[in-house]
């Protein structure tokens, strides 16, 4: 299949229609360079504040607010754009409120239409400590015609055991959507999925947001790259990098993967993390501390 990654910018958007016609072109973009699996960045949607004005756009709290306000009408185009393009989209994060808790979610459409969503595992100091968002309840496997998916949400990359039991459970391909506002904060994402690339034998697709939207503090400066990494291993990159774009250049990120490369590496590759990931737990259980004088000289 083809994916396409997005290094997607935020414009200041006046009103729904002005928006939609924005994420229409994206797809449009996507679809004459044949992609098949579209997907875009975490938080993304916070866009959508602009919606409510400088005030509210300006207000921490009232910018998330806003974007929940129009979390149907987004979900809807995005909808309505992989059934009119038959294509699968991870539509951009953002918050929902469910329960009286405020989650970053993800939803996948299809060709049908809704596939169903995730919501991010874990949550950053930032989430934590000013935004009060909540991590989600469990990780979701989606089979898809395309290929087994699962989501891993910016920091989530971060995590190896998260990556582990959706690659248990079945995936062969992890989206990792981020946002992140300083190169180091790119950079992490960007090694911890390239890690699990490695860990887990498979294809992990890095969309991120770029750019300034100074007018909207939750996303005020973007640094990132989009990218599609696989495994360093017979068949694959020997950088494990399939494809790339430039340092917080706007646009689609395009590339032809065979998940059936994926099997292959996993059954037969140079190595096998996958297949060897359980051994460490015995290795590591028989952890030694070794006081200095007792060292061999």
């Known amino acids: 299949m ?3 990654a997005a290094a997607y910018p935020f414009d200041q958007v006046t009103d729904v229609a002005q928006w939609a016609a924005k994420v229409r072109a994206w797809g449009q973009q996507a679809v004459l360079k044949g992609a098949d699996l579209l997907v875009f ?7 959508l504040a602009a919606l409510g004005g400088p005030q509210v756009a300006a207000d921490l709290e009232a910018s998330l607010n ?5 979390r149907a009408a987004m979900e809807a185009t995005f909808e309505g754009l992989a059934i009119e393009f038959g294509l699968t989209i991870l539509a951009p994060s953002g918050p929902v409120i469910e ?3 405020r989650l970053n979610r993800a939803t996948l459409f299809g060709p049908a239409g809704r596939i169903g969503h995730q919501d991010k595992a874990m949550m950053t100091r930032f989430e934590r400590e000013e935004w009060s968002v909540e991590a989600g309840a469990g990780l979701t496997l989606f089979d898809t ?3 087994r998916i699962g989501v891993l949400i910016c920091y989530d990359s971060e995590f190896p055991l998260l990556a582990r039991a959706l690659a248990e459970a079945g995936a062969e391909i992890l989206l990792v959507p981020s946002c992140t506002d300083t190169e ?4 992490r994402v960007r090694v911890g999925a390239m890690a699990r690339a490695l860990e887990s034998q498979c294809v992990v697709v890095h969309a991120p947001t770029v750019g300034e939207a100074l007018w909207c503090p939750a996303i005020d400066v973007n640094r990132g790259a989009a990218a599609i990494y696989g495994p360093p291993d017979t068949g694959w990159p020997a950088t494990g990098v399939i494809a790339e774009g430039a340092m917080d250049v706007p646009g689609w990120v395009v590339a032809t993967v065979d998940l059936d490369q994926v099997a292959a590496s996993r059954s037969g590759g140079a190595v096998l993390p996958f297949a060897h990931w359980p051994e460490q737990a015995a290795q590591a259980a028989r952890l030694h501390i070794v ?3 007792l060292r061999d000289a």
Do not use: C, D, Q
């Not at 960045?41 to 866009?47: I, K």
């Not at 806003?66 to 129009?70: G, I, K, L, P, T």
């Open 291 to 293: 006081p200095e004088k």
């Open 184 to 187: 180091a904060g790119f950079w």
């Open 66 to 70: 806003e974007v929940v306000r129009h």
């Open 41 to 47: 960045p975490e938080y993304a949607a916070m866009e």
């Open 2 to 4: 083809t994916v396409a």
């Open 99 to 101: 329960g009286g808790r």
């Open 145 to 147: 015609a395309l290929g």
